[in-house]
Nanobody, 123 residues
């Protein structure tokens, strides 16, 4: 059972990044997926979630209108498209899986976690 996040890096403010999270070892289509992030010295926070079918999404206020979560169940992969990035988006981004129809915004609900990918936004 594994989630492998990738796509992080260094980008200037206003730029874009696309994160990917590849799942293996479990039936991906049975799990809602989410992205969380943790900035240095701060607690982990919810970014976005998507239902197991992909038909329902949910965003933190900080991500609305700038970030888009999507999934490809045929490829066992969830994505996070991040546009108009700001320095305050700098964090380690984690993908997570929850055995339910639609994911919650609380990290305690999630059963499987990836290792994280670092996003650094310079001003």
């Amino acid at each position: 059972v594994q989630l492998q996040a990738s796509g992080g890096g260094l980008v200037q403010a206003g730029g874009s990044l696309r994160l990917s999270c590849a799942a293996s070892g479990f039936i991906f289509g049975n799990y809602a997926m989410a992205w969380f992030r943790q900035a240095p010295g701060k607690e982990r926070e919810f970014v976005a979630a998507i239902s197991r079918s992909g038909g329902i999404t949910r965003y933190a206020d900080s991500a609305k209108s700038r970030f888009t979560i999507s999934r490809d169940n045929a490829k066992n992969t969830v994505y996070l498209q991040m546009n108009s990035l700001k320095p305050e988006d700098t964090a380690v981004y984690y993908c997570a899986a929850d055995y339910t129809i639609m994911g919650h915004s609380t990290s305690e609900n999630y059963d499987i976690w990836g290792q994280g990918t670092l996003v650094t936004v310079s001003s």
